[in-house]
């Protein structure tokens, strides 16, 4: 899609933004092809995005869908008219907040070597292990490691919690989505949580203070905490998306 | 970082996951179904995950060669 003409729609009081799209590419049978080729998605989704970001420094909005096609001007009216309690709703409860996106990674090695340091049974064993020699020291050898396993899992559940409890317990509202595939988002280390939170657009220094406070407070775990946005609120559109709606 | 967004390179795969996952969905006259979107949304990561395979796989004559 050519960054084309964007063309605002009204009805009674609400705007929508659309552009004009060929129906080769974007009917329903080439659309669903095209949706699985990645250039032309990335083109779509960037464009998608652009249109967003600006409408969003002039006021709340609605995002829709990726791909939301109508055939003719009176099909979006309507959608207008039979969506506008939902629609006002929405707006409304998303005036002046803003979608950031929280991303808490760690280091495996440095979640095993705090397992190491604080859990008495790692030492137990170890010390175990440091009194053997020969078979009985390759059996404790194994439990020993499967013991740093399932404490480095302990800490890795413990930390996703408190990270999404105190972010969630903040923020207005909240959504978890899946971590991230490492190949696909290239980031480094292993990613234990994927987080929206809706926010107040005047407390963003709060924000950015609690994310400080908390990567502070898991040094020793190796934890990171990485910031997205502001994003158009994707995630909070619907009511009871997430736990505080 | 400023608050603005202008300017800000945004990785596609946090795009990808919010413009498929994400916004109001309402049925327009061509409407994909949530089903369709998810097997694009599996499908795209199948596609970009696979680039560091296929460059894997494109060394490994090379590693064959030396031996």
């Given at each position: 899609m050519a960054p084309g003409l964007i063309e605002p729609i009204e009805h009674d009081g609400l705007v929508t933004h659309v552009s004009r799209v060929p129906l080769a590419e974007f009917g329903e049978q080439p659309l669903r092809e095209n949706l699985n080729d990645l250039d032309w998605l990335e083109r779509v989704a960037r464009a998608h995005e652009t249109v967003l970001e600006a409408a969003l420094e002039h006021g709340p909005i609605v995002p829709l869908r990726l791909?939301?096609?109508?055939?003719d001007e009176a099909g979006v009216r309507s959608m207008l008219a039979s969506e506008d309690v939902r629609l006002r709703d929405a707006l409304e409860r998303l005036d002046g907040r803003l979608e950031w996106g929280v991303k808490l990674l760690v280091s495996r090695d440095a979640l095993a070597a705090a397992a190491r340091e604080r859990s008495p049974e790692v030492a137990a064993l170890e010390e175990e292990l440091a009194a053997r020699q020969g078979g009985g020291a390759y059996m404790v050898g194994r439990r020993l490691e499967r013991c740093v396993a399932e404490v480095t899992e302990r800490l890795a559940s413990e930390l996703a919690d408190d990270v999404h409890a105190q972010l969630g317990d903040w923020a207005r509202d909240s959504v978890l989505s899946s971590p991230q595939n490492r190949e696909l988002s290239g980031h480094e280390g292993e990613m234990l949580l994927n987080g929206a939170y809706l926010v107040d657009a005047d407390r963003t220094h709060e924000l950015r203070a609690l994310l400080a406070e908390l990567e502070e407070r898991h040094r020793g775990l190796g934890a990171r905490l990485e910031l997205t946005g502001p994003w158009p609120p994707y995630n909070f559109v619907t009511r009871g998306a997430g736990a505080h709606a | 970082m400023s608050s603005s967004i202008a300017g800000r390179d945004v990785a596609l795969v946090d795009l990808v996951d919010r413009l498929l996952a994400g916004g109001v969905v309402i049925a327009g006259d061509i409407t994909l179904s949530v089903a369709d979107i998810d097997l694009v949304h599996v499908s795209l990561r199948a596609l970009v995950s696979s680039v560091p395979s296929l460059e894997a796989r494109g060394a490994m004559p090379r590693m064959g060669d030396s031996l």
């Open positions: 791909c939301t096609i109508y055939e | -």
